[in-house]
């Protein structure tokens, strides 16, 4: 299986020499695609940053970060940004939705922002696989957190990106909520061929990953379900064929990590 993620000794420091604070330190990790990886750790031990450096909003101050086979950790702010809005969906734990669009506006957001032709249809598609048929026209506040979370995962796929980048998506949700909202994580990857890393403190996240990574004080301490036997090996041939690879991605239509 490819892999659509890949960094190399990629290190993120923050402050001078000698007294520098390393968020991240020499982590190495390869993602496979059509996976789901989860991304763990306590408070302070480089989720962020590293969430930052893979999906390229931050430059990590050494190492290699490639996506979908492009080393983007070279690349200059204009190639990134255009690679931030065709490779990668984003979903946040605020939503980061825009309150005066309606709902199918809000998922149609990255194409426009990418300047590509709007999919009214598609965008209805999605909309009924994360259970909200019928509500494309509603606007974000008539809608309940676990909702909107719905309206950003369909937003987040609406490209078909490389790789889907979910900071704490539950982090906000009851526990029930936040159950549903990684069912229709692992079912963006399962059935539509998606590929999704998840920042999380959420201890539920881990029955439903293919894959989880712990940090610690910025190093990557456990890898585990890496490998043969993972269910992203497994059920690799049940993957929808339908999703096209690198056709590009959505911006989180105006948001940050933080
Ligand atoms: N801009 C910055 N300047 C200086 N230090 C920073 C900066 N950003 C992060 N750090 C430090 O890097 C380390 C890792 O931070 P990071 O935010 O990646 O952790 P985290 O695991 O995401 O934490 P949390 O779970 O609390 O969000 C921390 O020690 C933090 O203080």
């Known amino acids: 299986m490819n892999n659509v993620l890949e960094l190399e000794r990629v290190s993120r420091s923050y402050g ?35 969430l930052q450096c893979a999906a390229g909003l931050d430059r990590p101050t050494s190492g290699v970060v490639r996506l979908g ?12 940004s255009r690679l931030r809005r065709t490779d990668i969906g984003f979903v946040f734990q605020s939503f980061n939705l825009l309150p005066a669009l309606t709902v199918q506006q809000n998922v149609l957001l990255p194409l426009r922002l990418d ?28 809608l309940s957190g676990g909702q909107q979370q719905r309206v950003a995962i369909a937003r987040a796929l609406i490209t078909e990106p490389a790789v889907v980048f979910a900071d704490e998506p539950t982090g906000s949700l009851d526990q029930e909520t936040g159950a549903e909202i990684l069912n229709l994580l692992r079912e963006a990857v399962d059935r539509q061929g998606a590929t999704v890393v998840l920042v999380t403190h959420d201890p539920a996240v881990t029955a439903r990953a293919d894959r989880v990574l712990r940090l610690a004080h910025g190093r990557l301490v456990q890898d585990s379900g890496a490998g043969a036997g993972t269910r992203a090996d497994a059920g690799a041939g049940a993957f929808a064929a339908s999703r096209v690879t690198h056709a590009g991605a959505a911006a989180a239509a105006g948001g940050q990590v933080r």
Do not use: C, N
Not at 119 to 129: I, N
């Open 16 to 50: 001078r020499r000698g007294r520098a604070v390393h968020a991240l330190y020499e982590v190495d990790v390869q993602v496979p695609e059509h996976s789901l990886t989860a991304v763990m750790g306590p408070s302070g031990s480089g989720k962020s940053t590293f």
């Open 69 to 80: 086979g492009r080393e983007i950790s070279r690349m200059k702010e204009r190639g990134l």
């Open 115 to 142: 300047g590509r032709r709007r999919d009214p249809a598609r965008a209805r598609e999605l909309l009924a696989r994360v259970g909200l048929d019928g509500r494309e026209d509603a606007r974000p506040g008539q």
